[in-house]
């Protein structure tokens, strides 16, 4: 059975070619066809050996993600809904900052995290992404983006699916994204988003990449968090932060926590309060995040008052904090929302 070309990763093609007696320095001019001229077809690699072209055609296919529909917001962000192989579909999203493009990928068909918040756990998790999918994602999105001489500079994993409950895939995605002969975004362009997978944390710490790594927060205790967020259920705050603080001392890197605004739940005095606790003498930050509604679920987001109030309080209280800019506020924005309203019809 053909392979698919994007689940390889350098060294796997390096091996390919050996394997083959095809001599090693091909291996660079493939990776810049697919990633950074980005041509569906091995017939375009103009300065390949044709007897390499045909082999190649053998044994591997260039797919693409097929495009079911997309909405655009007024402020540019524009939310993809794609069809995979087998029929399950996914959302990636584009959004346009000041500091340049960004995309936020899927990471699983679905979500077992079941967060109570949340649109993508509407859809239990079907299967977890490969690699190729992932990287797809990524130049799909630089593929539109060439059409208007722009560049995709930016990433984050936080659409729908659990990264870490997908570790390997998503790290082999990554590295060829970032790959110097490839896509080439910097690892430090790179953000990971995770619910709080404890092992994973420690895991990723001994890893030696340089991503970013964002923790979705939420609560500022146990029980609150409990009620949130399932996973809160296997691993304490105590553990998480635990965890957190090896990640920290081990690379040295500042931490985002994100944090869900939600209007009477967790915009309280007393969370203010628990936040600075948890965070002292963390090389971190909380970034507020407002929340988008999504029909299925009873909260509402904390109002523009009580977000700049939190805001404060927390400033008062020595946290180190942002406020992130809403976007894609007039489509189905909130993660797995698009698809969720799409499978209604
Ligand atoms: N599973 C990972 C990554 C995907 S979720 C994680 O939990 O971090 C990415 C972020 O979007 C998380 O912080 C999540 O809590 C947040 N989120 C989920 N639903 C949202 C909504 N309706 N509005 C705003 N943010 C949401």
């Given at each position: 059975m053909k392979q698919v070309v994007y689940d390889l990763n350098f060294d796997d093609l390096k091996e390919y070619l050996e394997k083959n007696g095809i001599k090693a320095f091909h291996g660079k001019q493939i990776f810049k066809w697919l990633y950074e001229k980005r041509v569906k077809s091995f017939d375009l690699m103009s300065d390949?050996?044709?007897?390499?072209?045909?082999?190649?055609?053998?044994?591997?296919?260039?797919?693409?993600?097929?495009?079911?529909?997309?909405?655009?917001?007024?402020?540019?962000?524009?939310?993809?809904?794609?069809?995979?192989?087998?029929?399950?579909?996914?959302?990636?999203?584009?959004?346009?900052?000041?500091?340049?493009?960004?995309?936020?990928?899927?990471?699983q068909v679905g979500c077992n995290m079941g967060c109570s918040f949340c649109a993508s756990g509407l859809l239990k998790k079907q299967r977890n992404l490969s690699v190729g999918e992932i990287v797809l994602q990524v130049l799909q999105i630089q593929i539109y983006l060439d059409e208007k001489g722009e560049r995709l500079g930016n990433l984050v994993l936080m659409g729908t699916g659990e990264p870490f409950d997908n570790y390997d895939n998503?790290?082999?995605?990554?590295?060829?994204?970032?790959?110097?002969?490839?896509?080439?975004?910097?690892?430090?362009h790179i953000s990971i988003s995770t619910c709080g997978l404890v092992p994973m944390i420690y895991r990723f710490a001994d890893e030696g990449v340089q991503y970013n790594l964002a923790i979705s927060l939420h609560?500022?205790?146990?029980?609150?968090?409990?009620?949130?967020?399932?996973?809160?259920?296997?691993?304490?705050l105590k553990e998480l932060f635990a965890a957190i603080k090896y990640y920290s001392e081990k690379n040295n890197r500042r931490i985002t926590f994100e944090y869900l605004l939600l209007n009477d739940v967790n915009d309280q005095t007393k969370n203010a309060d628990e936040l600075k606790e948890l965070l002292h003498g963390l090389n971190a930050y909380i970034n507020l995040i407002p929340y988008n509604t999504v029909k299925e679920k009873d909260y509402s987001s904390s109002g523009e008052r009580a977000t700049l109030?939190?805001?404060d309080m927390l400033k008062k209280r020595g946290v180190a904090v942002t406020l992130r800019q809403k976007k894609g506020d007039d489509i189905d924005a909130a993660c797995g929302q698009l698809r969720a309203n799409y499978n209604k019809g």
């Open positions: 390949l050996p044709i007897k390499l072209r045909e082999k190649l055609e053998e044994d591997f296919i260039i797919p693409s993600l097929e495009l079911v529909t997309k909405q655009v917001s007024s402020d540019g962000t524009t939310k993809y809904l794609f069809k995979l192989e087998d029929g399950a579909l996914i959302e990636s999203v584009l959004m346009v900052f000041d500091y340049g493009n960004s995309a936020c990928l899927s990471t998503v790290m082999k995605a990554l590295a060829i994204i970032n790959h110097p002969f490839a896509l080439e975004i910097g690892a430090r609560a500022s205790n146990d029980e609150l968090r409990k009620e949130l967020m399932p996973v809160a259920k296997a691993y304490s109030n939190f805001y």
